[in-house]
Each structure stands twice: as structure tokens, then as C-alpha cells.
T-cell receptor, first 112, second 114 residues
């Protein structure tokens, strides 16, 4: 089955700097890649997603890139703010989004 | 759009007791998913429904676990004869049934087994 790895497990950046989180997946049939942000005591919240027919997608300070050949995708957050501090999860989906396989998460701390 | 609602938010019970959790999905979503999340890990898929039909179950879903979605709206997840290892956050998500749709999560039910 699908296996998703995520790096780094923790990341600390200064406010205003950029943060990059990288994920790799194993199943070449995966075709949908969402990213979620989870704050303490809350459920995961979708922040951006990308489909396999697209190489890059941007939404304000957040961007995701996908390299299908290498089977990796990355989350880029620019101009980080303290409220970006949370745990971020990548996921990959085969079978048209029925079963998400999540990475282990990255704890991002934005230092003021 | 009121979001996915889960109840209760917290459940503390003794080992061996039965527990039941409820999930109310976003109203127009016909797919509903259950995940389990332990501390420091990503959510792990348990099962999903399309309308009232349970279409897939993970190997994580032992025979002590049962999920229902009787009218294709809300769903319940029951754990019988709870064990220490069942302590986790149980997350519910819902989505539309078309291709490559995002899943929207509730805030979960945290289960603690004494």
C-alpha cells in the first residue's frame, strides 16, 4: 500500500522567513495531494491541495509543488507569522480521493 | 456550511466498557470517513461510507469496532470491550463523492481508557 514520508519532523523559523516541508510517496497511482494544518485540540484543516495534472499551485503565502517523476511534493510558506505555528500533515490519495494516507507530520514553530 | 460536528469531544472510560461516538457530516457530503490519530502521528484511516453503504474497512478496524450510517446522514462508531490501546483521537471527515475531493475534518473525540 501507499507510504508517505515527511521531513522535517520539527521546524523552527523566524517570523517573516520561509518554511518548506517535504513529502515523498511510494504509490505511483496516487493522484491527489492535500496539505492539512492541525492546531492543538482541533481537527486537521485543509490549507491547500494539488492534483497530479498540475505541477504547482499557489494561494497567497502558501504554495505546493509536485514532482510526479520523483514522487515528492512540498509545501512552501512565505512570510511566516506566529499564527502559522501548528502541525502540518501531507497526504496522498489513490482511488480518486477515497482513502487518504497521511505523513507523520511536521511541527512548525514561528518565533517572533 | 456548519462544518463536521463530533460528539462527545472527550470520553473517559474504564477498560472493558463500550463507547459510542457520533459524527454529523457537512449536509451535502455523501462520503463520510473515520480516522484514528495517536499522539505525534498522522491520522490513520479506519473506514468510510458512501451514503449508507460502508465501502471500505482498514485492517486497523478490529471486530470490536463497528460503524454505522443508517440513513446516510450522521454516523456512529462503537468500540466494544475497550482496551488501553484504544486511547486515541477519533476523527471524522466528510467529502463529496466526485473525483479528487478534499476531506473536511471535525475536531474529533478524544478517548481515554483508564
Amino acid at each position: 500500500g501507499e507510504n508517505v514520508e515527511q521531513h522535517p519532523s520539527t521546524l523552527s523559523v523566524q517570523e517573516g522567513d520561509s518554511a518548506v516541508i517535504k513529502c515523498t510517496y511510494s504509490d505511483s497511482a496516487s493522484n491527489y495531494f492535500p496539505w492539512y494544518k492541525q492546531e492543538l485540540g482541533k481537527g486537521p484543516q485543509l490549507i491547500i491541495d494539488i492534483r497530479s495534472n498540475v505541477g504547482e499551485k499557489k494561494d497567497q503565502r502558501i504554495a505546493v509543488t509536485l514532482n510526479k517523476t520523483a514522487k515528492h511534493f512540498s509545501l512552501h510558506i512565505t512570510e511566516t507569522q506566529p499564527e502559522d505555528s501548528a502541525v502540518y500533515f501531507c497526504a496522498a490519495s489513490t482511488n480518486y480521493g477515497q482513502n487518504f494516507v497521511f505523513g507523520p507530520g511536521t511541527r512548525l514553530s514561528v518565533l517572533p | 456550511d456548519t462544518g463536521v460536528s463530533q460528539n462527545p469531544r472527550h470520553k473517559i472510560t474504564k477498560r472493558g466498557q463500550n463507547v459510542t461516538f457520533r459524527c454529523d457530516p457537512i449536509s451535502e457530503h455523501n462520503r463520510l470517513y473515520w480516522y484514528r490519530q495517536t499522539l505525534g502521528q498522522g491520522p490513520e484511516f479506519l473506514t468510510y461510507f458512501q451514503n449508507e453503504a460502508q465501502l471500505e474497512k482498514s485492517r486497523l478496524l478490529s471486530d470490536r469496532f463497528s460503524a454505522e450510517r443508517p440513513k446516510g446522514s450522521f454516523s456512529t462508531l462503537e468500540i466494544q470491550r475497550t482496551e488501553q490501546g484504544d486511547s486515541a483521537m477519533y476523527l471524522c471527515a466528510s467529502s463529496l463523492a466526485t473525483v479528487n475531493q478534499p476531506q473536511h475534518f471535525g475536531d474529533g473525540t478524544r478517548l481515554s481508557i483508564l
